[in-house]
């Protein structure tokens, strides 16, 4: 941001909510002063090992889930990554509005959910968050704009002895919009593979986007990814490949959601981000990669270049 005292609406919107759920400001007036005196400190969440969606804020009180690479789970230098626990239920911070109700949903959270979930895994230890997203890829998720499958699996792994009320609380009405947008973490699991990149192998998505797209669209991105995953249902290929992107001038699909840019109604609906060509070229030459010619005996492979 050009100037971190005075962020776009939906994010402000998302820092007064925050504040008010905190105690640090009585008022919007108040803590719309806060941020405007330079007395909140903003920074990216990525950097600091964090992801979070939409215009979704992390104060130092928000709880985190930690998610952990499961094959270095016993080494001090295994990869670990947080997020915030969303609210249940209704708008959360991420859709960058000043709901009525926000403050309750969020009091609810750190009181009933958080605590529950606490138990929950101190009881039964880590959730297997992989088992979950390939059960969702079975059911026809694309693990971004629909993750209704990988949700049923995850209430029916919490659905353990003394532990009904926490999945009955999670599970809710699944809703029909992406979570996650260009102020956010979307293009994270697109480049991955997933999203935008899953579309031809889920129904509900490529119904809402297909007849956007130009025929055949959805199914030509599967040649931008870049190496089969043995751990994958029928080893779904991973990674975009940043020099088939620029052979083929064909950039990745990133599925996304649009908020309202006043910051007051919120989720607008679900739209279609195509990110530049310049940013793959970059890409390959921050890697020591310059992109080459279509046609280049010389050009890397797909499994060279993720």
Same mark, same amino acid.
């Given at each position: 941001? !050009?100037?971190?005292?005075?962020?776009?609406?939906?994010?402000?919107?998302?820092?007064?909510?925050?504040?008010?759920?905190?105690?640090?400001?009585?008022?919007?007036?108040?803590?719309?002063?806060?941020?405007?005196?330079?007395?909140?400190?903003?920074?990216?969440?990525?950097?600091?090992?964090?992801?979070?969606?939409?215009?979704?804020?992390?104060?130092?009180?928000?709880?985190?889930?930690?998610?952990?690479?499961?094959?270095?789970?016993?080494?001090?230098?295994?990869?670990?990554?947080?997020?915030?626990?969303?609210?249940?239920?209704?708008?959360?911070?991420?859709?960058?509005? !000043?709901?009525?109700?926000?403050?309750?949903?969020?009091?609810? %959270?750190?009181?009933?959910?958080?605590?529950?979930?606490?138990?929950?895994?101190? !009881?039964?230890?880590?959730?297997?968050?992989?088992?979950?997203?390939?059960?969702?890829?079975?059911?026809?998720?694309?693990?971004?704009?629909? &993750?209704?499958?990988?949700?049923?699996?995850?209430?029916?792994?919490? %659905?353990?002895?003394?532990?009904?009320?926490?999945?009955?609380?999670?599970?809710?009405?699944?809703?029909?919009?992406?979570?996650?947008?260009?102020?956010?973490?979307?293009?994270?699991?697109?480049?991955?593979?997933?999203?935008?990149?899953?579309?031809?192998?889920?129904?509900?998505?490529?119904?809402?986007?297909?007849?956007?797209?130009?025929?055949?669209?959805?199914?030509?991105?599967?040649?931008?990814?870049? !190496?089969?995953?043995?751990?994958?249902?029928?080893?779904?290929?991973?990674?975009?490949?940043?020099?088939?992107? +620029?052979?083929?001038?064909?950039?990745?699909?990133?599925?996304?959601?649009?908020?309202?840019?006043?910051? +007051?109604?919120?989720?607008?609906?679900?739209?279609?981000?195509?990110?530049?060509?310049?940013?793959?070229?970059?890409? +390959?030459?921050?890697?020591? %990669?310059?992109?080459?010619?279509?046609?280049?005996?010389?050009?890397? &492979?797909?499994?060279?270049?993720?």
């Amino acid at each position: 941001m !050009r100037d971190a005292r005075q962020p776009p609406a939906v994010l402000r919107s998302s820092i007064v909510m925050t504040c008010l759920h905190e105690g640090r400001a009585s008022t919007e007036a108040d803590a719309e002063a806060l941020l405007r005196d330079g007395v909140l400190q903003l920074q990216p969440a990525q950097p600091l090992g964090c992801v979070t969606p939409l215009a979704a804020m992390v104060a130092p009180g928000t709880p985190l889930a930690q998610v952990v690479d499961g094959a270095a789970n016993a080494q001090p230098s295994g990869l670990s990554l947080y997020a915030p626990v969303s609210t249940v239920r209704g708008p959360d911070t991420r859709m960058g509005m !000043r709901d009525a109700g926000l403050l309750t949903r969020l009091q609810q %959270r750190d009181d009933d959910l958080v605590p529950d979930l606490q138990q929950h895994l101190a !009881r039964h230890g880590p959730i297997d968050l992989w088992a979950l997203g390939c059960a969702g890829l079975a059911a026809g998720d694309d693990l971004h704009s629909r &993750t209704t499958g990988a949700n049923a699996a995850l209430v029916q792994a919490l %659905r353990a002895p003394g532990d009904a009320q926490l999945a009955d609380d999670i599970a809710g009405k699944p809703a029909d919009v992406v979570r996650a947008g260009a102020i956010g973490d979307s293009a994270v699991i697109d480049m991955l593979g997933l999203g935008g990149q899953r579309m031809a192998r889920a129904p509900e998505p490529l119904s809402v986007f297909g007849p956007l797209l130009p025929a055949g669209a959805a199914e030509a991105v599967l040649a931008l990814l870049a !190496r089969p995953h043995p751990g994958l249902p029928q080893t779904w290929p991973v990674g975009i490949d940043a020099a088939q992107v +620029l052979a083929q001038a064909r950039p990745p699909l990133v599925v996304l959601a649009m908020l309202a840019q006043d910051g +007051l109604q919120g989720l607008l609906g679900r739209g279609i981000y195509q990110p530049p060509l310049g940013l793959f070229a970059q890409a +390959l030459q921050a890697g020591g %990669r310059w992109p080459l010619r279509q046609g280049s005996e010389n050009a890397p &492979t797909p499994q060279e270049t993720p």
